[in-house]
């Protein structure tokens, strides 16, 4: 760091000039093109004056853009008028601007590195800063560095790629825009299952099994189609978890699990599970509590040491936000928004649940609704024929209709069945 950072005088003023004399590659450029990619002070402040004078839709030649600077007061801050005139007269055509271009950004991304680096090194040393927020910084930092062009695409590139999708979607039965199965055939096809980039929000009260619901869904993708999983667990711990999914795919009574009461049957059943289980890519987080920087920090580390394709998160209103809570409302829409960025900025499907209350409504729910893909409610059917009749309700979907599906809550072995409605 003790070297002088890089960069290059002659790209810079090449550039400038180029704009100086031909506007239009100002508005090839000025949605991409900021202050960073100029290391001279001199050289941003003019930069920054002719990007004004664009915008506000006023001639930029040697004379006008030297009464400007005059104007504001900064003339001399950049060399004055001789050296306006240099640059003004630095390169004879500005037909090569992009080339120039290209090195100034090649240099503005290495004096980005090393900053960052310089930064993330210093934090190291604050004891202050807690470990978690340490990586999370310093994970965002590293993604800052990322080229700042605009992903810009022309109709026919995008429409290219649609057909495309729909021929292999016509071809396939429309399985290429299908994802992983939840094993709830009738959610499945209403939501098109776990696909990347999305937000799924299942949402029931105290006890009425949501996180059973939500964990038989994403471990029927890693039992049947070996999809990398996470589960990130607020409220039960590892070993619970672990409880519930080995009854429920061993059709063993939870109860009978846990009190060691297995009959001779349970034993053959009980082997098969622990086999289908032992090397599958589950992976548990078992936290008491989680901020959403921690939430965050957590997931990229999923993704990128385990590959994990689904997240489940148990649940909503018990992870913290950033900052100080104004309110709890504030709060949760914090922990839903993150949680839909964080699906889209790593490109895997995030099951989020969610707490409702007595009446069957969550207080966030607004806040869930223009964040999530889907908003699925889990409860009791007040008018089925048992206390085993259950309702899987759709109530929010932006890929398809909402409806309700009903289920059987088999008690003792912790697992649901869709239900077959004769028509």
């Keep these: 760091m003790k070297k002088e950072l890089p960069h290059d005088l002659d790209a810079e003023h090449g550039f400038l000039c180029s704009c100086m004399n031909e ?3 100002i508005g090839k450029t000025a949605d991409r093109v900021n202050q960073d990619y100029f290391h001279f002070d001199a050289n941003k402040h003019i930069w920054q004056t002719m990007l004004d004078m664009w915008a506000s839709k006023k001639p930029i030649d040697l004379l006008t853009l030297t009464c400007e600077l005059r104007s504001k007061g900064i003339l001399e801050e950049v060399g004055g008028e001789h050296n306006i005139t240099n640059v003004y007269t630095f390169v004879p055509s500005h037909v090569n601007w992009d080339s120039y271009l290209h090195t100034m950004e090649d240099l503005m991304v290495r004096r980005r590195i090393l900053n960052t680096c310089k930064r993330i090194f210093l934090e190291a040393f604050d004891r202050t800063i807690d470990t978690e927020t340490l990586q999370e910084s310093a994970s965002k930092d590293i993604t800052g560095m990322v080229s700042t062009k605009t992903d810009v695409r022309l109709a026919r590139e995008v429409l290219t790629s649609c ?5 292999e979607a016509a071809r ?13 055939s009738k959610w499945d096809m209403a939501t098109r299952g776990f696909r990347p980039k999305t937000l799924h929000v299942i949402a029931g009260a105290a006890k009425a099994g949501k996180t059973t619901s939500a964990l038989q869904m994403v471990t029927h993708s890693v039992i049947k189609c070996n999809v990398p999983i996470a589960i990130i667990s607020m409220e039960m711990s590892a070993e619970e978890i672990m409880d519930k999914h080995i009854a429920s795919i061993s059709n063993i009574a939870l109860s009978d699990l846990l009190d060691g009461k297995l009959r001779k049957e349970d034993h053959a059943r009980l082997s098969k599970a622990i086999s289908e289980t032992m090397n599958r890519p589950i992976h548990i987080v078992d936290e008491a509590c989680m901020n959403v920087n921690q939430f965050r920090a957590r997931c990229r580390r999923l993704v990128a040491e385990n590959k994990v394709e689904i997240i489940m998160v148990d649940y909503a209103q018990l992870m913290e936000g950033s900052n100080d809570p104004k309110s709890r409302e504030r709060e949760v829409a914090e922990v839903s928004r993150t949680a839909k ?4 900025e790593l490109n895997v499907c995030i099951v989020l649940l969610a707490q409702l209350n007595e009446n069957g ?3 966030e729910s607004r806040t869930f609704y223009m964040d ?3 908003f699925t409610k889990i409860m009791q059917d007040e008018e089925g024929d048992s206390g085993e ?4 309700q759709i109530t929010h979907n932006r890929h398809g209709g909402t409806f309700s599906i009903p289920l059987r809550f088999i008690k003792h072995q912790a697992r649901f069945e869709q ?3 004769e028509q």
């Design 419 to 421: 239900k077959i409605v």
């Design 389 to 392: 009749d259950y309702i899987m």
């Design 172 to 184: 396939t039965g429309g399985e290429i825009n299908r994802g992983h199965p939840s094993g709830i």
């Design 341 to 344: 960025i964080v699906a889209k």
């Design 361 to 363: 409504a969550v207080r």
């Design 23 to 25: 506007n239009k590659v």
């Design 372 to 374: 999530c893909d889907s």
């Design 163 to 167: 057909v495309n999708r729909w021929e």
